[in-house]
């Protein structure tokens, strides 16, 4: 018979064994770094240690920013204190998507309930899906997170079989942040310095300063979005979201998703993409997306007036 | 279901054991299943086309052995069929592009329409795949193929379909129609060779991947020092992608009992000339354009002056293969012009013997080939501009790209080229094969434990996709 001729049983044998001993061997030492990362990794609390995340979640401030690096880099929490009396923390972090954002929240909340949280819309496209690496090392710690992850990749269970997973591309962070320690900003905010590079300013002059068009959006992120804000709804927390200015005036694909959420849960909005005060202003921005320090400084002033106004008519 | 990705590798592991389970008159069946599903998962609008092209090539095929007096029409058929696909997918509209900007410019009052059809995947490869069939088997080098099974399969492989190693019927039909015993080295090798092409895709050209396209896509903002490390690092970058697909192509299809044709052998680190590059350097395509353009091109003259022409048009072909536009064409002229000049320079007989002199080759030949991929790698002769005046603004300050990519990229650079360099002409697989216990379980693990630790897991397309 053909089927039999064609398989040698001490060869299948062969294969076999390799393969699991293989598998055993490369799970050993996945397990083995693993714990020895997370140790370390679970232990910092600042500093480049990409633990960053540790800090946030043990902070207890009045208000919140949340959001990717148009978070992070363009809101500045003492003018925002200054001004409403709220204490202010600044927990965006660069290239975060919704699901994260939810994550950090869920974490948040088990420690402190803040009164009110902003949350800069600024980017629900699909680039931003690999935001959520940023909580892949609670995953074996917090049930939440683990969640949150696997509704974003149906692949995670098998995915993070190899405990390793979890430290994907984080041990050079985590060395440098052992290695160099030091403490955790006490506002979370981090202007970016300089202006505009003539290059780039050139390159849209060229385009004919084409309106930014912003492609597609997650279906991930709007639902992790939806889930923010009954979150924040559930704990009686005020979530108001901000869109904050870009070079080249721009309508995101995702604005009308925004919306109906604002709507669905009475959520003020904040609008400031398409400001005259800031469009195609190079001295105010680092890049087509990012304001300088002093743009972020005369834009926190802004929106901090605009937040006044709000929590004055929401009482 | 890419060649990383988790959904291909489960999709692997039933087609193996199917495989192998199945009597073997069936294999055939289950692979050409197993192709068309593959092709499909990936872009379902053009499973069509590849059956057409199938079903036309074989036609063609069996009528060139069947009508001989009219062998010159069929084979005519035969490349305007192919041809005409390509040209219609990859250059209709840059054509279209390049007659309009005439017309216009002539002020006449014609217009050629442009379509918004995508590329269809891997039509490039095996479009090529069944021109060479339809030549060989007008050229009496082989028969044609009488199975129509065979042929399907020898076209829609799922190993190679979607960037080759660009197959030889005469090579591919003979382990078509053989049978291949589950054999324990080819399982050990396949792995090998697997395992080596995920370390390489993501590693190496993914975690250099993320530097050159932060780079390449706002060259005004960057200065001088890092264009020129981008120069370096993207031959590299290119290298890992294409040869580590080629790498897990092969190892899959070595699963299954299958020989792929070797499609590199360190070109880019033991190169001693442009010349020697193109022997080790996507090797299929080349070996392709010579056996197909250059021969027959040349016939039976030897004069320099026609092999240096043959060398133009098969680097021109090779340009215009890759992609549309004219920095690909220029790309081509390029390698045209180094192999002309090596050869006139004499550079084979130059720098040799000493150690010294061999590696200043090696480093004089990467350096050379990296200029000419820029014209690979730019998207128009305006961003080369953006380049040439960023490169002359003398600014020597270094873009890292983020303290852990920059890290991943020495990191994986240095094993990559270490191993690279020990391995010269011999394949991975054949390599390690040699190699003691400890050391062969060693290397597996570490590759495995590295791609772990710092590989874009869920990374980035194929580069060569896109042709």
Known sequence: MARTLSISNSDIKKVVVKAIAFLTLSWIISSGLYYG???????????????????????????????????????DPSIIEEKLGLSCYNAGDDAKNPAYQLGLLKMLLANHTPKLVIYEIGDLSPKLGKGIMGLHPYYYHNDDIKEIIETGDKWAKVKFAYPLYAYNRKFV?????????????????????????????????????QPGSVGNFDPNAV?????????????????????????????????????????????????????????????????????????????????ADSLAVILEREG | MQFTSIPFFIFLFVVVVAYYILPNRYRNYLL????????????????????????????????LEAYPKRKKMLLGVGLLFNLGILFFFKYFNFFGEQLNAIFSSFSLNLKIPQHSLILPIGISFYTFMALGYILDVYWGDIKSQRNLLTFSVYLAFFPQILCGPIGRAKNLFKQFSSEHP??????????????????????????????VDAVY????????????????????QLYADFGGYSDIARGVAKLLGFDLMVNFRTPYVNSTSVTD??????????????????????????????????????????????GVGWMFIIWGAIQALYLIVEDLAGWDKKFVGNKISISFKKT?????????????????????????????????????????????????????????MMLDKKQMDQWIAEKHLVLRWGTYLSLMTVTLLIGVLDGQDFIYFQF
């Open chain 2, 32 to 63: 050409l299943v197993a192709s068309y599903y593959f092709y499909f998962s990936i872009q379902p609008e053009y499973l069509v086309l590849l059956i057409l092209s199938t079903l036309v090539n074989y036609l063609l095929g069996r009528g």
């Open chain 1, 37 to 75: 990362l997370d140790y370390v990794y679970m232990r910092s609390y600042g500093g480049n240690s990409g633990a960053y995340v540790n800090h946030v979640i043990r902070t207890k401030y009045d208000a919140y920013i949340f959001g990717a690096s148009r978070a992070v880099h363009h809101y």
């Open chain 2, 277 to 322: 590059y193109w022997k080790r350097n996507h090797i299929s395509l080349t070996s392709w354009l010579r056996d197909y353009v250059f021969f027959p091109f040349m016939g039976t003259s030897s004069s320099k002056g026609k092999v240096y022409l043959g060398i133009v048009i098969m680097f021109l072909a090779s340009g215009i293969w890759h």
């Open chain 2, 364 to 420: 004089f030949t990467y350096i050379v080939i990296a200029i000419g991929l820029v014209f690979f790698r730019l998207p128009s002769i305006k961003e080369l501009g953006h380049m040439l005046n960023s490169l002359l603004s003398s600014n020597w300050t270094l873009f890292m790209g983020g303290s852990s990519n920059s890290a991943f990229i020495a990191i994986g650079v240095v094993i990559l080229l270490v191993l690279e």
């Open chain 2, 217 to 236: 896509n706002n060259i005004p903002m960057h200065s001088t020092l890092t264009l020129i490390v981008t120069t370096l690092l993207y031959p590299l």
């Open chain 1, 173 to 209: 962070a985590i060395l440098i942040g052992f290695l160099r320690s030091y403490p955790p900003s006490e506002t979370g905010f981090r202007p970016l310095a300089g202006e505009m590079h003539p290059g780039e300013i050139a390159r849209i002059n060229e385009s004919s300063k």
């Open chain 1, 223 to 303: 639902v992790s979005l939806r889930l923010f804000a009954h979150e924040c709804r559930e704990k009686g927390i005020g979530l108001i979201f901000s869109f904050s200015p870009s070079y080249v005036p721009r309508e995101p694909a995702w604005m009308d998703v925004i919306r109906q959420i604002a709507v669905d849960n009475d959520i003020p909005l904040v609008l400031y993409g398409e400001n005259l005060q800031f469009i195609y202003n190079p001295k105010l921005f680092k890049d087509t997306l990012h304001l300088n320090a002093n743009g972020t400084r005369f834009f926190t002033q802004l929106f």
């Open chain 2, 182 to 211: 589950l054999l324990y080295d080819n399982f050990a090798n396949g792995f090998r060779l697997v395992l080596w092409g995920l370390f390489k895709k993501m590693v190496v050209a993914d975690n250099i991947g993320a530097y």
